[in-house]
């Protein structure tokens, strides 16, 4: 080996040599960047159900006629219809008496203090159910969905108060500002002892605000509910987006029920005739169905 080809040797290690420090030095400087990295914050965990919110009156108003229906999210009976049975019984010469009116019954003198509405996830509300902002979304075990019943135990004369139907919080989206939406629908009743409603009403709501889309959608009206299976409901919520009427959601939200992820799949209608769609599985938050099997009269 000529002294030259032994130069050339001596250069090429030393090539090497450096590269491979180089390569080295790199992979322990990423390595000490992806320790150095906050772990990705996993989604956070409910501490129960997603409570159902129930808007009623603030007093236990009386059985309702057969036939009667209150009107959707009011429990009670509407001014214009109490006036206009009032003065229909004024007209006519031939009305009886009407019996003394029963006393008035808060709801706070309903509850038992061995049934709280909180353990079975409901709310109960004097006002509107609807939120002004979405709420945060969270992620339900499966182990709580169906561990707490829909319904409510009363003190007398009322019996119970159940909310049947379905509860969504969450976002179709892991990153951490991504657009969240708030939902319900269900079939609100109050029965008394003898079996009769003191309140049967269609209520919830819809929330999403992704202003990169336009969108502040606040729907405080749910006139339809429909069954799709065990798991899932279909539903229609009229609102209004940035103050503007005529906008509405409708389409499907599903339980995934431990066999799948809970999914929406929502079409948004604009009243210029536009549409939007809100599908995903979701990537942060919870669908619960709430089933109440007899309230059907």
């Not at 009667?68 to 229909?88: F, H």
């Not at 006002?127 to 979405?134: C, Y």
């Not at 009363?154 to 969450?170: D, E, F, K, N």
């Not at 009769?196 to 009403?201: I, N």
Request: charged share 15%.
């Amino acid at each position: 080996m000529t002294a030259g080809e032994h130069n050339d040797l001596k250069v090429t290690g030393s090539h090497l040599s450096l590269g491979g420090a180089l390569i080295a030095l790199l992979a322990l400087g990423l390595g000490r960047l992806l320790l150095a990295a906050p772990p990705r914050a996993a989604p956070a965990a409910c501490a129960g159900l997603p409570p159902f919110v129930v808007s009623l009156p603030a007093e236990l108003p009386p059985p309702l006629a057969p036939g009667a229906t209150p009107a959707v999210g009011d429990a009670a009976l509407t001014p214009t219809a109490t006036a206009g049975a009032t003065a229909a019984a004024s007209a006519s010469p031939t009305a009886a008496p009407s019996a003394t009116p029963a006393a008035a019954v808060p709801w706070r003198t309903l509850l038992r203090a061995d049934d709280s509405p909180a353990a079975d996830a409901v709310q109960i509300t004097s006002g509107a159910a609807i939120p002004l902002l979405p709420p945060r979304p969270c992620t339900v075990d499966e182990s709580v969905r169906r561990a707490t019943g829909p319904c409510v135990k009363l003190l007398p004369p009322a019996s119970r108060l159940c909310a049947g139907g379905i509860v969504g919080r969450g976002r179709l989206s892991a990153a951490p500002d991504a657009p969240a939406f708030a939902f319900e629908a269900g079939r609100v009743t109050v029965s008394d002892l003898d079996g009769a409603f003191r309140v049967d009403a269609l209520e919830g709501f819809f929330r999403y605000d992704d202003p990169a889309q336009g969108l502040a959608l606040f729907c405080p009206r749910v006139p339809l509910l429909q069954s799709v299976g065990p798991n899932a409901r279909q539903f229609i919520a009229l609102c209004r987006n940035f103050g503007q009427e005529g906008w509405a959601v409708s389409g499907q939200a599903t339980d995934g029920a431990g066999a799948a992820p809970d999914s929406i799949s929502l079409t948004i209608d604009g009243p210029d005739g536009s549409m939007r769609q809100l599908v995903g599985s979701l990537a942060n938050g919870a669908i619960v169905v709430r089933d109440v099997p007899d309230t059907a009269r």
